[in-house]
């Protein structure tokens, strides 16, 4: 939600009318924020169906809970606190993925690394293609990425998508999710390195 | 991080949290001046850059604005 109108307080005026109980102000809200939550929402979830479905529910929560909304923290990092429950709610109601999150010894990683007669380290970890990511986006990629996300456990993947993908820092995060900054980065660690890993075959042949 | 003894491991756990940021601290200088004689490690730190460079870039389907007519009777606006 990279909104110039997050912290703005004609928004806030807006808000207070919708907690009046006005509602046009309330449907003038969700104009403004379906599409940052959808698109969260399946950013998290990687299926349409899903989506809306915590599309609808987020916004019946903050029909329900507006009031509770106190003006002190950013709207948006009130709306994703609830969307983010609605997306891990989804995913708690299905078996939860299962993938080992492995960090501290990634692939490919030695502590001595191999040396050559002139004590230059040789590369042993292939480098990523160059090549544009537009151009990269094909239909194979795309899957590949669905998959790879898909794989990662649905509380790391939030953290991923909240930081890296939307650009929430970890300070938001951490309030968002009820998590100390460590555990924030702790996660987005290990989202980071098991998505690169999912993809380093793809990226390296 | 024991800045003395500082190896590839150290450096992947370090980049991989932090990227770019603090790049001023004193662990960062020290991966720095590693990263700038070690081929895995900066081939490792391009990788989680492009990681993450195409999450940002993957397109999404727009918002289906069915959706909201159905919220809306849902939650009985009156618009």
Known sequence: MHSSRSDGRPELALIRKAQAGDDRAFARLVKDYESIVYSFAYKVCRDREKAEEAWQDTFVNVFRKLKQFDGKSKFTTWLYSIVVNNCLMKHRHTKLEKAVVRIDAPEGFHEDPVV????????TIASWKDTPIDTLMNKELRSLLDGAIKKLP???????????VEGQSAEEVSRMLKLSIPAVKSRLRRARVFLREQLNDYMTT | MNLKKIDCLDVAKHVCGDLDEHIDSPECRAIKKHLESCPNCTAYLDSLKKTVLIYQHIPNPRFPKRSRKTLFAKLKLRT
């Open chain 1, 154 to 164: 649905v509380d790391y993947r939030v953290v991923f998508v909240l930081r890296d």
């Open chain 1, 116 to 123: 050559d007669a002139e004590g230059h380290v040789i590369q």
